[in-house]
């Protein structure tokens, strides 16, 4: 085996490691905006919920100002009616005013129709902010939780990286450049088995020469196939 095989397998652990925690890491935002995103259902019924307690509250003060504006006119009539003299045009302001009470108590029952409405709505804003609150509680403890967990990671990941800087320092810069760039392309290994001709990461059979090679340990021999080092198990 090649003296600097041991080296960069244990090099090849740390990067291993370190593109584990860089995954997790990664997925953490992602994991954010799926919590945040449950808020979405809750906040909208609250939003609706909200809109039709207002649409009512305007129609309620649309019903009032058409009252009042009735219970002025009828005033205004009866204050003409006390002033005429004349009996037929008493008695038209008379008929005036009653349409005008006739409507004013129209507008009242529609005011008391819109009322109970409101109350209904107010109840269903009241249910939805409840359950927004409590989403939200869930919510707020799944984002502490993964914020605590990235900075857990972001920890992690600087001493394993560490480790690996000192790990690196001592492998020789050749094997170590060769390594990194496989590592790198791989994703996954830059050093694998070689067992029963056998590369153990692309699982294809290499040539008697690569295997005298592992096997002399004079050389770093690669795959034929995929590159990666090889080291030979026996």
Do not use: W
């Not at 997790?24 to 995103?37: F, Q, S, W």
């Not at 003409?80 to 008929?95: H, M, P, Y």
């Not at 001709?197 to 592992?214: D, E, N």
Request: aromatic share 2%; glycine share 8%.
């Amino acid at each position: 085996m090649h003296p600097e095989i041991p080296k960069l397998l244990q090099l090849q652990e740390r990067d291993q490691r370190i593109r584990a925690l860089q995954k997790d890491l990664k997925d953490v935002p992602r994991h954010e905006m799926a919590a945040k995103t449950k808020l979405a259902g809750d906040t909208a019924a609250v939003d609706a919920a909200t809109l039709k307690v207002k649409e009512i509250e305007v129609k309620i003060k649309g019903v009032e100002l058409d009252i009042q504006t009735r219970q002025n006119t009828i005033k205004r009539l009866g204050d003409q009616q006390f002033e005429t003299r004349k009996n037929d045009e008493f008695q038209a302001l008379g008929v005036e005013i009653k349409r005008y009470e006739a409507d004013v108590r129209a507008l009242e029952d529609k005011e008391i129709e819109h009322m109970e409405e409101l109350e209904a709505a107010r109840a269903v804003l009241k249910e939805a902010q409840g359950l927004l609150a409590a989403t939200q509680g869930r919510v707020n403890e799944e984002l502490k939780a993964l914020a605590e967990r990235a900075d857990g990671l972001k920890r992690r990941l600087a001493e394993v990286e560490a480790e690996r800087a000192g790990l690196a320092a001592p492998i020789d810069k050749t094997a170590l450049d060769l390594y990194t760039r496989i590592f790198a392309k791989k994703g996954d290994a830059g050093v694998s088995p070689l067992e029963n001709g056998i590369c153990g990461g692309c699982h294809m059979k290499v040539v008697s020469g690569t295997i005298q090679a592992a096997r002399g340990g004079d050389i770093l021999a690669q795959c034929d196939s995929c590159g990666r080092i090889l080291y030979l198990v026996e």
